[in-house]
């Protein structure tokens, strides 16, 4: 690092007890695949889960700076939320120090953190369903979509779900795709019903949940390379189409992603263009029907 000196305190810190993974292996991880991970976080309002202590103790989202942090960050405010934004190994280094374990974000860029350039969809299994139902869903997903003309970039979760990331062309609001992305897990759901729930209380869920609410304004997804705080150090990472066949959670990891990316590259290292939005936001005037 060349920029501002960071002092990282208590790199012995045991973050992940079950594997002996320390906050000093938590930063390595990171600058080691911040190449890929500031490409898609560039100019993107992160939000931190921090767990000052481990994954064992308490954690908290937080939005705005930590108290006290330095005024070399660089930081966008949005609509009265001071955002930091991932602009060097420094910042990253700092985050960390503050027990920043799991990077989040908006398909969102500066300076237009109102009009989406993504729609994003999270499908979420309640067990007992897992990763396998959550496969079979993506799969259905997938043929919704290339029935639509969409292509679609991919990655785990970091837990039992999948995340899509459909890059779109802006100009609908966050609401104007929150509904168009309902109205196709409307559609998903009659191809899947045992499968596919669209149910937004926890408590009433069963099966996938298809979670189209990620597209409001101001919620986030684990971001690309990011970690997860749950034993093994999973890490929510990117896939290709063809991999959806055979992988699992588990083959992402603090220390199995750095030798992927050693092996293949970021699979997201191109990626898709901007699409047309529109027959995505067709698909809102299911959802307004099934009001």
């Known amino acids: ?43 993107r309002p992160l939000t931190l889960i921090r767990y000052p202590d481990g994954i064992a ?3 908290f989202f937080q939005k705005n700076p930590p108290s006290g942090a330095p005024d070399w960050l660089s930081t966008w405010t949005i609509r009265d939320t001071r955002y930091v934004l991932l602009k060097d190994r420094e910042t990253l280094a700092y985050l960390v120090g503050q027990g920043g374990l799991e990077l989040h974000t908006a398909p969102v860029r500066i300076p237009d ?16 369903a897992g990763f396998e139902e959550a496969r079979q869903v993506a799969k ?12 679609v970039m991919l990655k785990t979760s970091g837990a039992t779900g999948l995340h899509f990331f459909l890059p779109i062309r802006r100009g609908p609001s966050c609401h104007e ?6 109205g196709l897990g409307q559609e998903i759901r009659r191809a899947a019903p045992q499968l596919v729930t669209l149910e937004r209380s926890v408590a009433k869920r ?10 409001a304004f101001g919620h986030t997804l684990a971001a690309a390379y990011s970690l997860r705080a749950q034993p093994g150090a999973p890490v929510s990472c990117p896939i290709t ?34 699409q047309d939005p529109m027959p995505l936001l067709r698909m809102a005037a299911l959802a307004k029907a099934a009001r």
């Open 206 to 215: 069963s099966g996938v949940y298809f979670d189209y609410g990620q597209n």
């Open 113 to 128: 953190a109102e009009h989406p350039d993504y729609a994003v969809v999270d499908l979420d299994p309640m067990p007992p």
């Open 1 to 43: 690092m060349t920029g501002p000196k960071v002092h990282v305190p208590r790199l012995d810190k045991v973050f992940f007890p079950e594997d002996a993974i320390t906050k000093a292996d938590v930063l390595d991880y990171y600058l080691t695949v911040f190449a890929p991970l500031e490409e898609h976080l560039r100019g």
């Open 140 to 151: 259905i997903t997938l043929s919704a979509l290339d029935a639509l003309g969409l292509r």
């Open 57 to 59: 103790g308490k954690s």
């Open 177 to 182: 795709l929150m509904l168009a992305v309902k």
């Open 241 to 274: 189409r063809q991999e959806l066949a055979h992988v699992r959670p588990q083959d992402f990891t603090l220390r199995t992603v750095p030798r992927r990316l050693d092996a293949t590259g970021d699979v997201w290292r191109e990626p898709l263009a901007p």
